[in-house]
């Protein structure tokens, strides 16, 4: 399976996206999980993204293409992999197909977890008192929002239009959603 993961902060992306790479047995690449590691471990690329992530804007897409880049190539990706957080806009979009066209693949599906707005916010507001993320604050959560409708939505559109996009209902419980996933991939 090769897949690519959308939807809003808070939609649940990557709670279904651990979910789904036990299922198909492919490893998930979730870019701000990437990011994260980077800005712990106090790495250059980590230096470098910090400042957009804490201000709730998207890292600079060279950076980011080039990390994916990187992460592509790597053995385990070969049977397949799942994105998550990445492509974030359709300048992305295209590049994972140019990358995805050089290894000789291509993406089988690109699913839509949709939720609704106050939900989600809601759910990130909760998440920023459980795990203090960094961008979990009120403010940087309107502002990922906003960069989510504004450069991220329009990425559906993108697939949508190459036939690949299954859009998901993001709410209810945990085992409904991936199963609602599970039926959208597989069909
Ligand atoms: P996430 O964990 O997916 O919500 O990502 C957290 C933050 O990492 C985002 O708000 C961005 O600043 C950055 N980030 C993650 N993925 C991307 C991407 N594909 N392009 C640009 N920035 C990203």
Redesign the pocket.
């Known amino acids: 399976m090769r897949a690519v993961l959308l939807g809003p902060?808070g939609a649940g992306?990557?709670t279904q996206a651990a979910r789904l790479v036990e299922r198909y047995g492919v490893p998930a690449i979730?870019?701000?999980?990437i990011?994260?590691a980077n800005v712990g471990g106090g790495t250059e690329l980590g230096r470098r993204?910090k400042e957009?992530?804490d201000a709730?804007?998207?890292?600079p897409?060279e950076v980011?293409n080039a990390m994916v880049r990187d992460r592509l190539a790597q053995d385990d990706v070969r049977a397949g992999f799942l994105l998550?957080?990445?492509?974030?806009n359709p300048e992305?979009a295209a590049v994972l197909d140019t990358m995805l066209a050089e290894l000789g693949v291509a993406l089988d599906v690109a699913v839509e977890l949709t939720a609704d707005v106050d939900v989600v916010t809601e759910r990130l507001l909760k998440r920023a008192e459980i795990e203090g993320r960094a961008?979990d604050t009120e403010p940087v959560i309107r502002k990922?929002l906003e960069?989510y409708a504004e450069q991220t939505a329009p990425v559906a559109a993108y697939y949508a239009d190459k036939g690949l996009l299954a859009q998901v209902d993001g709410l209810g419980e945990i085992d409904e959603v991936t199963a609602r996933l599970v039926a959208a991939i597989d069909r």
Do not use: E, I, N
């Not at 998550?84 to 974030?88: E, L, M, Q």
């Open positions: 902060p992306k990557g979730s870019t701000g999980d990011f994260r993204a957009f992530m709730g804007q998207l890292v897409d980011t998550d957080g990445y492509p974030r992305q961008d990922r960069v």
